[in-house]
C-alpha cells in the first residue's frame, strides 16, 4: 500500500476541490461549445497557440541542431581517433558534400514549388513548416508567414505537387493549416475528365474520400481530381490527387471512392500560399493557344529545315 | 514555501507540457502520437498520489487543451478525473508488485484517451465512436503505455537510487 495515501488519505477539502475542478472543466467545456469564434475561451486559446508556434518552431530547431551536434560529435571523434590529416580532409569533404546534398535538396523541392507556380498559374509566397500539431486527433501544420504577411484565414495551400490544405487560423507571424487529411476537412471538387463535381473528405484514416457526386457517376481509377472552386473555399482548378479506388456498395450507388493526395505534409518543408490563381479556363485556353502557336512554328521549323536539306542536296549535286 | 518533492512534481509538469509541444508532434506513427501530459499525471497519479491532488491535473489538462487545440475544458475534465480515481483506485489494490502500478496507469490512460475522443465527437469531429476508437483512443493509448511503464521505471529507479523520499515510491519487487 502507498504509504502516503495511507498516511494522509483524501480529505473533504480535497474532494471538494476535485468536484469543484471537474465542474469548472464541464462548465468551460459548455461554454466553448456555446461561444462563437470569437468568444472568451476561443480567444484565450488563441493567444495561447501562438505561444505554442513558438515553442514548436524552436522544437524544429532543436531537431536540425540534434542533428548537427550529432554530426560534430562523429566528425570529433574520427580526428581523435585517426589524427591523420588525410582523414581530417576527407571528413571536411563529406561535411562539403553533405552540405551540397542538403542545398540541392532544398533546391529542388523550391525548384518542384515553383514549378507548381507556374503549371497552375498561382500567385502567392513560399512559407516554411514550422510546426505540426501536438494533438493527435488534428492533422495541421503551422507557417512562418501570418497576416502581417497577407496570409488570411481560407487561403488554400500547395504542396509541390497538389492542394494540402487551406488556412484555419492566422496570427501575425504565424498561419494555422488545416490538412486536407484531416477528419473535419473538406474540398468541393470535380473530376478533370467528365468536370462532375463532389466533394473531397478527409477521415480519421488519413485517407481522402470522393464523395457527393452526381448520382451514377463512377469515377475510373486514375482519373484526376481539381479544386471546383464551388462555395469558395478552395482556389478552382488545383490538383488534389487522383482515384485509386472504387468500391461500389448496395448503400451508394457511387460507392467508396478513394483518392489519393498528390502531396503529403508529412514529407514537405516548404508549401505555397496561394494568394490567387487563374481560373482553369483560363489556363486551359492559354494552354491551347500556346499549342496552337507552337505548331506553326514546329511546321516552320520543319519546312524551313526541307529547304536547307533541298539547298544542300542540290549544292553535292552541283558538285 | 514548496518542498522539494512538489517542486519536482512542477518541474515535471512543465517538462512534459514541452516535450507535448517540441517532441510528440515528430513521433506521429500511423495518425498515433504519445500524450506526455496524460502519461506524466498517471505517473504522478500512481507514483505520488497526494503532492498536488487534482489541482495539478486539471492545470495540466487546461494548458493542453489551450496550446494544442481542441475543447477547452476536455482534457482538464478527462485528467482530473480518472488520475483522482486512478490513485484512489491503487490505494486500494496496491500489493507491492510492479504491475499494480502499471495497470492502474494503462487503465487510466485509456480511459482518459477514450474520455477525450468521446468530447471530441461530441464536438462534432467527423468520425464514429468505433473508428475513433481503433485509430486514435487505441493506438494513441498503446503509445502512451509504452512510455510511461519506461518513465515510470526510470523514475522510480532514479528516487531509489537517490535515496530522496524513498516511502513515497512503490517498491518494486
Known amino acids: 500500500m502507498n504509504p502516503l495515501l495511507q498516511q494522509n488519505g483524501p480529505s473533504p477539502a480535497r474532494n471538494a476541490v476535485f468536484v469543484a475542478l471537474l465542474v469548472v472543466s464541464l462548465v468551460a467545456v459548455t461554454v466553448y461549445g456555446r461561444e462563437g469564434s470569437t468568444g472568451p475561451l476561443h480567444s484565450v486559446q488563441h493567444i495561447f497557440s501562438v505561444a505554442s508556434a513558438q515553442v514548436n518552431s524552436v522544437g524544429a530547431g532543436i531537431g536540425s541542431a540534434a542533428e548537427s551536434a550529432g554530426e560534430g560529435i562523429a566528425d570529433a571523434t574520427a580526428s581523435d581517433s585517426t589524427l591523420s590529416a588525410l582523414r581530417e580532409q576527407n571528413e571536411q569533404l563529406r561535411q562539403m558534400l553533405s552540405n551540397a546534398e542538403e542545398y540541392q535538396k532544398e533546391a529542388e523541392r523550391l525548384q518542384g514549388l515553383l514549378d507548381m507556380k507556374q503549371a497552375s498559374g498561382v500567385t502567392g509566397p513560399v512559407a516554411h513548416i514550422i510546426g505540426r500539431s501536438a494533438n493527435a486527433w488534428d492533422q495541421s501544420i503551422t507557417i512562418d508567414l501570418g497576416s502581417d504577411d497577407g496570409v488570411q484565414s481560407g487561403m488554400t495551400i500547395l504542396g509541390s505537387t497538389g492542394v494540402i490544405g487551406q488556412v484555419s487560423s492566422t496570427t501575425a507571424k504565424t498561419s494555422t493549416v488545416r490538412l486536407l487529411t484531416d477528419a473535419n476537412s473538406g474540398a468541393a471538387v470535380m473530376i478533370q475528365s467528365s468536370r462532375k463535381t463532389g466533394i473531397v473528405r478527409g477521415s480519421i484514416t488519413g485517407v481522402l474520400y470522393l464523395e457527393d457526386l452526381d448520382e451514377g457517376v463512377i469515377p475510373e481509377v486514375g482519373d484526376v481530381i481539381v479544386t471546383s472552386g464551388l462555395g469558395g473555399s478552395y482556389q478552382r482548378g488545383l490538383i488534389v490527387g487522383a482515384v485509386v479506388s472504387v468500391n461500389k456498395t448496395a448503400s451508394n450507388s457511387t460507392g467508396s471512392i478513394v483518392v489519393s493526395p498528390n502531396d503529403s505534409a508529412a514529407l514537405l518543408e516548404e508549401v505555397i500560399v496561394v494568394f490567387s490563381a487563374s481560373d482553369i479556363d483560363a489556363v486551359e485556353k492559354q494552354a491551347a493557344e500556346e499549342a496552337a502557336r507552337a505548331q506553326p512554328e514546329a511546321e516552320g521549323e520543319s519546312e524551313e529545315a526541307g529547304y536547307e536539306d533541298e539547298e544542300r542536296s542540290y549544292e553535292e549535286g552541283g558538285e | ?173
Open chain 2, 1 to 173: 514555501m514548496l518542498s522539494p518533492d512538489r517542486v519536482a512534481v512542477i518541474v515535471g509538469a512543465v517538462l512534459a507540457v514541452l516535450l507535448q509541444l517540441v517532441l510528440a508532434p515528430y513521433l506521429r506513427l500511423f495518425g498515433a502520437m504519445p500524450n506526455f501530459v496524460i502519461v506524466y499525471t498517471m505517473i504522478v497519479a500512481v507514483s505520488r498520489p497526494q503532492a498536488f491532488g487534482p489541482a495539478m491535473p486539471f492545470v495540466l489538462g487546461l494548458v493542453f487543451d489551450l496550446a494544442c487545440g481542441g475543447p477547452v475544458g476536455a482534457m482538464a475534465f478527462s485528467l482530473t478525473l480518472f488520475s483522482y480515481l486512478a490513485s484512489k483506485v491503487f490505494s486500494v489494490v496496491d500489493n507491492d508488485t510492479l504491475f499494480m502500478p502499471i495497470a492502474v496507469m494503462g487503465l487510466g490512460m485509456l480511459l482518459t484517451e477514450l474520455s477525450y475522443g468521446i468530447f471530441l465527437l461530441l464536438f462534432g469531429y467527423a468520425a464514429d465512436l468505433v473508428a475513433a476508437i481503433g485509430y486514435r483512443v487505441l493506438p494513441c493509448f498503446v503509445f502512451d503505455l509504452v512510455i510511461g511503464v519506461i518513465l515510470y521505471l526510470l523514475t522510480t529507479r532514479l528516487f531509489r537510487q537517490s535515496g530522496a523520499g524513498h516511502h513515497d515510491v512503490i517498491s518494486l519487487r
